[in-house]
């Protein structure tokens, strides 16, 4: 199992402005993904975030939008630039091991407010 | 059509009460079927994890998976409180590299004393 912080765990943003989500993991983990989950929908995959590359993005989330670094094997943020009220949701980090299961674990989530 | 398709409830039931949560999907490639259990302002916890046909149980949880049907259930004996949550499923495919999860939209369940 991993235990995964995020920060903040809660923001209220201007329209315009930027804001950069921080995941820490407390041991080295293999894949680390951002999601998405707004007000009664499910939770989306944003992008995977690679070490040492560019993170991988899925269909409709773009990297100027969504700005993702991953220095190292236990720690990644996300950017959320431009914001507008449509960006208003909750940020999940998430962390999985290669193996049988591959199972996932996720972060408590920050929940972002944009005016 | 979405990939995953779960009724958001919200659900309520008495204390005691057998509780059954539904998903079906589309796509043949799924692989892996989760059920995820979300407290309010919480990240997912994985709750139930299977992979073949059948059902699968852990205490008062039973997974039940029926490929043919592309329906998943999970089953909740004897609820309690406790249990009040969201609860999403999850299919596991692999995808541009690595395994990606897709998940429903989570049934809102409420238990009453």
């Known amino acids: 199992s991993a235990v995964i912080s995020q920060k903040p765990s809660r923001d209220i943003c201007q329209r315009g402005t930027s804001l950069t989500i921080q995941c820490q993991v407390d041991s080295q983990v293999t894949m680390m993904f951002w999601y998405r989950q707004q007000p009664g929908q499910s939770l989306t995959l944003i992008a995977t975030?690679?070490?040492?590359?560019?993170?991988?993005?899925e269909s409709g989330f773009v990297i100027d939008k969504f700005p993702i670094s991953r220095p190292n094997l236990t720690f990644s943020t996300l950017t959320v630039s431009n914001m507008s009220p449509e960006d208003s949701s909750i940020y999940l980090c998430?962390?999985?091991?290669?193996?049988?299961?591959?199972?996932?674990?996720f972060g408590p989530g920050t929940r972002l407010t944009v005016l | 059509q979405k990939e995953v398709e779960q009724d958001p409830g919200p659900l309520s039931v008495p204390e005691g009460a057998i509780v059954s949560l539904n998903c079906t999907y589309s796509?043949?490639?799924?692989?892996?079927f989760m059920w995820y259990r979300q407290y309010s302002r919480k990240g997912p916890e994985l709750l139930m994890y299977t992979y073949s046909s059948g059902n699968k149980e852990d205490g008062r949880f039973t997974a039940q998976v029926d490929k043919s049907s592309k329906y998943i259930s999970l089953f909740i004996r004897d609820s309690q409180p406790s249990d009040s949550a969201t609860y999403l499923c999850?299919?596991?495919?692999?995808?541009?590299?690595?395994?990606?999860?897709?998940f429903g939209a989570g049934t809102r369940l409420a238990v009453h004393p």
């Open positions: 998430s962390v999985g091991f290669v193996g049988e299961s591959d199972e996932q674990f």
């Open positions: 796509n043949s490639a799924f692989q892996y």
């Open positions: 975030a690679n070490q040492g590359s560019e993170a991988t993005y």
């Open positions: 999850a299919m596991k495919m692999f995808s541009g590299g690595y395994n990606k999860l897709i």
